[in-house]
T-cell receptor
Framework: EDQVTQSPEALRLQEGESSSLNCSYT??????LFWYRQDPGKGPEFLFT???AGEEKEKERLKATLTKKESFLHITAPKPEDSATYLC????????????FGKGTLLTVNP | SAVISQKPSRDICQRGTSLTIQCQVD?????MFWYRQQPGQSLTLIAT?????????ESGFVIDKFPISRPNLTFSTLTVSNMSPEDSSIYLC??????????FGSGTRLTVV
């Protein structure tokens, strides 16, 4: 059974203070690892898909990396508008399009 | 990416009643999914809505409790039947678009009293 564990559960940063969120996973044949951002009262918003170990993707202040066991979402010089819950999900080879999500990391960036 | 309209955005329902949630997509999509997001828990797949055939349910979810319709390639409904307070949750529609991108609706926040 696919499993995804995100840490920390909550993270509070000062504006400009860079940090990383962790997503550890166990799957039988990774087809893709997904990062989403979710604001209160809204559905998840797609950020990145990573397919293989060593892959990296960037978008503004966010950079996602992938190893065979975990993924990191690096946030460089965050701003208050980066405050949200960040969700990690995996799709495995035998999942038939099912995404398995972690519980998320609640990021708060103080001005 | 696809744009999803999900209705209602929130509702408060009496126990024992049913609520039908609608998901409308602005383009034709093959794969549509229904998820549940309970407080403090992970997003969990309820079922895959198949056009022209019965939905495929995940372990722990049954058709009698969560009947799903998929009449065409742009629309689906999820019904939460015979509700109890344990059904209070956020329900989300999702579609698989081009480039292996999963897009989500804004969700329906359901409170059962």
């Amino acid at each position: 059974e696919d499993q995804v564990t995100q840490s920390p559960e909550a993270l509070r940063l000062q504006e400009g203070e860079s940090s990383s969120l962790n997503c550890s996973y166990t799957v039988s044949g990774l087809r893709g690892l997904f990062w989403y951002r979710q604001d209160p009262g809204k559905g998840p918003e797609f950020l990145f898909t990573l397919y293989s170990a060593g892959e990296e993707k960037e978008k503004e202040r966010l950079k996602a990396t992938l190893t065979k066991k975990e993924s990191f979402l690096h946030i460089t010089a965050p701003k208050p508008e980066d405050s949200a819950t960040y969700l990690c999900a995996v799709q495995s080879g035998g999942s038939n399009y099912k995404l398995t999500f972690g519980k998320g990391t609640l990021l708060t960036v103080n001005p | 990416s696809a744009v999803i309209s999900q209705k209602p955005s929130r509702d408060i329902c009496q126990r024992g009643t049913s609520l039908t949630i609608q998901c409308q997509v602005d383009s034709q999509v093959t794969m549509m999914f229904w998820y549940r997001q309970q407080p403090g828990q992970s997003l969990t797949l309820i079922a895959t809505a198949n056009q022209g055939s019965e939905a495929t349910y995940e372990s722990g979810f049954v058709i009698d409790k969560f009947p799903i319709s998929r009449p065409n390639l742009t629309f689906s409904t999820l019904t939460v039947s015979n509700m109890s307070p344990e059904d209070s949750s956020i329900y989300l529609c999702s579609v698989l678009g081009t480039g292996v991108t999963y897009t989500f609706g804004s969700g329906t926040r359901l409170t059962v009293v």
